[in-house]
């Protein structure tokens, strides 16, 4: 797999070809993660525009600005008193950029009175009209603090001017998140965050934040300070957006029916992506796509699918590749060792072009009979000498970040890596079931904006999402066949990936969908990292509050986010699936 997992060369080529050619000085980057690969870059300098916005500062290579533009003064809106509107801003005269839709409006929150005496603290809005938005949630200034006690909202839906019932919000989203004390949780910018909530489009709120009753003389918990409500507008969708049908429906794949909620449109195939790369790319769009390069071309809205045969024999093209390109290096070296000896008299040439062929082979992992590759600590069979089978599932189809039409912009400019793959923490998103599979990227982009821009996040947490008709999409940025580093598990983030799928599944369960394309997914996944979803994996935590920094504890491979933190994540009826999760994916692997 170094073939899937180490084609830095290639993918510098592609995102070199979109990017400017002089930095601005502005340009930051941050000390790497413990147990990184890569350092994230600290947020880009940012320059105040004549229409009273911070725009960030001009992009860098691949660069990504990672500081809010905010404007007091939303064109078409005249905000309230300490509103603030986090946009993307408008392009420079003359760009060529197109602009992103979505914006976030962030509202502080007031004291409400309480007829009571010695009721608990609480802080809300009245009813009150606001600019659109499709997704709420409430952060406040300290990342330390908890919120103990309880998030109520209702919003006026669009459409029909009809306010909603109170629905309540997850105040526990601590257990998300970078693990301790690494560069993206001292950004600076991090802040206390409830989960997001998907309400649909919506231009009324009303929000009540109410601290827990004291308990038994004991004074009643304080409401953590600076607490606002931020309302999240995802935008239309921009050009490149897949309408997703589910596996099974339009795509040709096999999967279950999900019934008729399909997205509507059938799935954006070779040609239309063929289309859409007539239009360029930004710096931003090349490099979150050029770490596909082996799988996908760049700029494509997804990832085709492929059977488990297709999937060894591409794993064996790439490969075969990467053997070819090394013995090209071995001839150079033979000739440059060669012509050295000839120029210096001295009988080193030969002898020096075989240590290099034999230090440089020993490197690089044989290609197996039935088409597969696979690290070479992995390849040695019994005494014997057999080669081990590969247990790799069939690759699914997966919806690119241009697929869902992610601002590039808005997260940070490198990719975080982490070194391995040995688990994988299946989560609920907490942001309620009211959405149809149409409005997945929607709620893709929301939840991104409120990851990056309210939560303070590098970029979106996860490392893949699945929705309700088991469309399966790519998370944060680096390369879905490698290992990035995410922030969806504190204190495991390091050696696993993070899997979301989109609803609540506290009491509700989950589609029979979403759990065939998780177990299809690590299928897949693990398997490049020659890992049995039904098997222990053995990490070390980073901290939280289950087990301690440094604390090495044996999990599922395929594990629940309560694995790893004391939390009600991912639901308990979705946790009562992975045991089906795990073992369709060891079937799917051939095991």
Same mark, same amino acid.
């Given at each position: 797999?170094?073939?899937?997992?180490?084609?830095?060369?290639?993918?510098?080529?592609?995102?070199?070809?979109?990017?400017?050619?002089?930095?601005?000085?502005?340009?930051?980057?941050?000390?790497?993660?413990?147990?990184?690969?890569?350092?994230?870059?600290?947020?880009?300098?940012?320059?105040?525009?004549?229409?009273?916005?911070?725009?960030?500062?001009?992009?860098?290579?691949?660069?990504?600005?990672?500081?809010?533009?905010?404007?007091?003064?939303?064109?078409?809106?005249?905000?309230?008193?300490?509103?603030?509107?986090?946009?993307?801003?408008?392009?420079?005269?003359?760009?060529?950029?197109?602009?992103?839709?979505?914006?976030?409006?962030?509202?502080?929150?007031?004291?409400?009175?309480?007829?009571?005496?010695?009721?608990?603290?609480?802080?809300? @809005? =009245?009813?009150?009209?606001?600019?659109?938005?499709?997704?709420?949630?409430?952060?406040?200034?300290?990342?330390?603090?908890?919120?103990?006690? /309880?998030?109520?909202?209702?919003?006026?839906? #669009?459409?029909?001017?009809?306010?909603?019932?109170?629905?309540?919000?997850?105040?526990?989203?601590?257990?998300?998140?970078?693990?301790?004390?690494?560069?993206?949780?001292?950004?600076?910018?991090?802040?206390? /965050?409830?989960?997001?909530?998907?309400?649909?489009?919506?231009?009324?709120?009303?929000?009540?934040?109410?601290?827990?009753?004291?308990?038994?003389?004991?004074?009643?918990?304080?409401?953590?300070?600076? =607490?606002?409500?931020?309302?999240?507008?995802?935008?239309?969708?921009?050009?490149?957006?897949?309408?997703?049908?589910?596996?099974?429906?339009?795509?040709?794949?096999?999967?279950?029916?999900?019934?008729?909620?399909?997205?509507?449109?059938?799935?954006?195939?070779?040609?239309?992506?063929?289309?859409?790369?007539?239009?360029?790319?930004?710096?931003?769009?090349?490099?979150?796509?050029?770490?596909?390069?082996? =799988?996908?071309?760049?700029?494509?809205?997804?990832?085709?699918?492929?059977?488990?045969?297709?999937?060894?024999?591409? @794993?064996?093209?790439?490969?075969?590749?990467?053997?070819?390109?090394?013995?090209?290096?071995?001839?150079?070296?033979?000739?440059?060792?060669?012509?050295?000896?000839?120029?210096?008299?001295?009988?080193?040439?030969?002898? #020096?072009?075989?240590?290099?062929?034999?230090?440089?082979?020993?490197?690089?992992?044989?290609?197996?009979?039935?088409?597969?590759?696979?690290?070479?600590?992995?390849?040695?069979?019994?005494?014997?000498? #057999?080669?081990?089978?590969?247990?790799?599932?069939?690759?699914?189809?997966?919806?690119?970040?241009?697929?869902?039409?992610?601002?590039?912009?808005l997260r940070e400019r490198d990719f975080v890596y982490t070194k391995s793959v040995q688990a994988a923490f299946v989560h609920h998103s907490a942001t309620g079931n009211n959405y149809t599979c149409a409005q997945a990227p929607s709620?893709?982009?929301?939840?991104?904006?409120?990851?990056?821009?309210?939560?303070?996040?590098?970029?979106?947490?996860?490392?893949?999402?699945?929705?309700?008709?088991?469309?399966?999409?790519?998370?944060?940025?680096?390369?879905?066949?490698?290992?990035?580093l995410g922030a969806h598990t504190m204190g495991f983030n390091t050696n696993s990936m993070g899997i979301a799928v989109l609803g609540s599944f506290g009491s509700s369960a989950p589609p029979a969908a979403a759990v065939s394309s998780?177990?299809?997914?690590?299928?897949?996944?693990?398997?490049?990292?020659?890992?049995?979803?039904?098997?222990?994996?053995?990490?070390?935590?980073?901290?939280?509050?289950?087990?301690?920094?440094?604390?090495?504890?044996?999990?599922?491979?395929?594990?629940?986010?309560?694995?790893?933190?004391?939390?009600?994540?991912?639901?308990?009826?979705?946790?009562?699936?992975?045991?089906?999760?795990?073992?369709?994916?060891?079937?799917?692997?051939?095991?």
């Open positions: 797999m170094r073939a899937l997992l180490a084609s830095a060369i290639g993918v510098a080529c592609s995102a070199a070809l979109a990017l400017p050619l002089s930095p601005p000085a502005s340009a930051a980057h941050a000390t790497p993660a413990p147990g990184t690969a890569s350092a994230p870059s600290a947020p880009s300098a940012t320059s105040t525009t004549s229409a009273g916005s911070t725009a960030p500062a001009g992009p860098t290579a691949a660069a990504v600005s990672t500081a809010p533009a905010v404007s007091t003064a939303p064109a078409g809106s005249a905000p309230r008193a300490g509103t603030t509107e986090r946009a993307r801003s408008a392009p420079r005269a003359g760009s060529a950029e197109p602009s992103v839709p979505g914006s976030t409006q962030s509202v502080p929150l007031e004291p409400l009175t309480s007829d009571r005496a010695g009721a608990p603290a609480t802080q809300g @809005l =009245l009813k009150r009209d606001v600019r659109p938005f499709s997704l709420v949630g409430v952060v406040w200034d300290d990342p330390a603090a908890e919120l103990h006690g /309880s998030v109520q909202v209702r919003t006026r839906a #669009t459409s029909t001017a009809t306010w909603s019932d109170w629905q309540e919000v997850d105040t526990h989203n601590d257990a998300h998140g970078a693990d301790p004390d690494t560069a993206e949780s001292r950004r600076g910018t991090v802040r206390g /965050s409830t989960a997001p909530l998907w309400v649909g489009d919506s231009d009324g709120v009303e929000v009540r934040v109410r601290a827990e009753a004291s308990r038994s003389g004991t004074p009643a918990p304080a409401l953590p300070r600076g =607490l606002r409500i931020e309302l999240v507008d995802p935008g239309a969708d921009p050009a490149g957006v897949v309408s997703s049908p589910a596996p099974g429906k339009g795509t040709g794949a096999p999967g279950a029916d999900t019934g008729p909620d399909t997205g509507g449109v059938a799935s954006t195939g070779a040609d239309a992506d063929a289309d859409r790369g007539a239009t360029a790319l930004t710096a931003e769009e090349s490099a979150a796509s050029a770490v596909n390069a082996e =799988l996908t071309t760049l700029g494509a809205s997804e990832i085709r699918e492929l059977t488990r045969a297709e999937t060894l024999a591409s @794993l064996a093209d790439s490969e075969a590749t990467e053997a070819t390109g090394a013995t090209g290096a071995e001839e150079s070296a033979e000739e440059s060792a060669e012509e050295t000896a000839e120029e210096s008299d001295e009988e080193i040439g030969e002898e #020096t072009a075989e240590e290099t062929v034999e230090a440089f082979g020993e490197q690089i992992a044989g290609i197996l009979s039935d088409g597969i590759t696979v690290a070479a600590a992995d390849m040695a069979g019994p005494a014997s000498g #057999t080669r081990a089978k590969p247990y790799i599932g069939p690759r699914p189809r997966i919806v690119t970040r241009k697929g869902w039409g992610a601002d590039e912009k709620v893709l982009r929301s939840i991104y904006r409120y990851h990056v821009q309210s939560s303070g996040w590098r970029d979106f947490g996860y490392n893949f999402a699945v929705d309700k008709c088991g469309n399966i999409y790519e998370g944060r940025a680096g390369g879905v066949a490698k290992a990035v998780v177990a299809k997914l690590t299928a897949w996944k693990l398997g490049l990292y020659s890992k049995d979803p039904r098997g222990k994996s053995t990490l070390v935590s980073g901290g939280g509050n289950k087990y301690k920094k440094g604390t090495k504890v044996k999990l599922n491979t395929i594990s629940g986010h309560r694995d790893g933190f004391t939390t009600e994540c991912p639901g308990a009826k979705l946790y009562g699936k992975l045991g089906t999760a795990r073992t369709s994916a060891a079937k799917l692997q051939g095991r």
